[in-house]
């Protein structure tokens, strides 16, 4: 849960975590997903502004995922989102979740003098444990696909890893940190798609190799981290690669990387790299707002509803959905 304004400064923000929940199943169980979030989402609510001291009359309106994602879940935001909506009578917008993980990187703890959304045209790359996608954004709002993964997304590719190591969840974190003490040229992982011009990418041929180097080995603690190391290293080299290709192609000068592998701290050097070297402008969110949270949600909304959109209480969640004008 977050309160945001429309310049991106985020007011509060309290979290529900449920790692611990999903961590003896090595990923997410759909059906118990639903269920904590039944339990802890009006608790949430009234301890979010019990201890920021905002009262329902200083908020605007009400934003809610509503595609894509996992059905059981997305229907308890819905319906608590469109209920609070109707018992206060405050307009109420559902969002895509990767149009708020675009957002992300505009979001601020800070005061805000002025707006921190871009007016101008940029790039922005979405990699999460669902997306891995590219698109130009030409103003808020109007998102061009440029390319995406073709199979696994980049999340998925690191937790997939980070299983097969056993190394522990959540997976991207895990593979990071062992990364950190590991050889990145010791393995020549496949980088597929690299020299091609198009902007899809695809991660299932890194997985198998690696499947492939670990099946039925006993590996040492160095062994790991070298493995780590030379995965992420693929995975980034991808990215970056894509990315400053695109760029350049669109001659554009701005850039956001978000979504929950926008915490890895290799492709945040690399991306930070890239950016000074051409003179790019790049927002990354900060540590908190890269893997899935309320307040980029909250930015989209407060942005849509500012312009007079708003979601009719018949709005339905979807499983998939692309990024796309609100259903
Ligand atoms: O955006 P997010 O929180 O949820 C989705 O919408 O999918 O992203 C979760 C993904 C997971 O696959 C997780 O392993 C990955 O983000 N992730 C990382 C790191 N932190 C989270 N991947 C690489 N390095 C990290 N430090
Ligand atoms: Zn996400």
Redesign the pocket.
Known sequence: MAVVNSWGQVLAMRNANQDDTHRPFGGVVPEIAGRRHMEDLLPLIDQLLEESEISWDEIQGLAVTNRP?LVGSLIVGLVTAKSLALALQKPFLGVH?IEG?VLSGFLSDEPLAQSNVWQEPFLALA?????THLYHCSSIGTYKELGKTVDD????A??KL?KMLGIGY????M???QAQKGDAKKYAFPRSFIKEDHYNMSFSGLKSSAHRLIHGKQLEEQMISDICASY?EAIVDVLITKLSRAMKEFGLKKMVIA???S?????RRCAQELAQKEGYELKLPALKY???NAAMIGLVGALRLAQGEESEQSLAPHARAPLGPTE
């Open positions: 994602g979740h993980h990699v999460s444990g669902g997306h997304a980049a999340g998925e690191f937790d980070a959540p997976g991207g974190l593979v990071d940190r992420q979504g929950g592998v915490a890895n701290s290799r492709l890269c893997t899935d």
